[in-house]
Nanobody, 118 residues
């Protein structure tokens, strides 16, 4: 059974840092594009950062220079280092995996809450 399990969320003051982790299990994720999405109340889910199987990264403009996505294939884990957090970063953060073989397989984690207090 494929699972993505996030951890590392919590409450932090503005300007602080958090590191989110997502552990993947149930299949080989080395070639997967792994991403972090977030959804704030009343908003649509948005892509925050993505890292491909070749370690290329991309970020939404609002987090560039503050967030860093990385992966450790030996641990089947993807990370999101979040620095200089702002209240507008408050959201539920979801881990996502996308694998394209004969078709596209998409997996989601259950989400972890990040709250940034002003």
């Amino acid at each position: 059974q494929v699972q993505l399990v996030e951890s590392g969320g919590g409450l932090v003051q503005a300007g602080g840092s958090l590191r989110l982790s997502c552990v993947a299990s149930g299949r080989d994720f080395r070639s997967a594009a792994m991403g972090w999405y977030r959804q704030a109340p009343g908003n649509q889910r948005e892509l925050v950062a993505v890292i491909t199987g070749g370690d290329s990264t991309n970020y939404v403009d609002s987090v560039k220079g503050r967030f860093t996505i990385s992966r450790d294939n030996a641990k089947n884990t993807v990370y999101l280092q979040m620095n200089s957090l702002k209240p507008e970063d408050t959201a539920v953060y979801y881990c996502n995996a996308r694998i394209q073989i004969s078709r596209t397989y998409v997996y989601w984690g259950q989400g972890t809450q990040v709250t940034v207090a002003s």
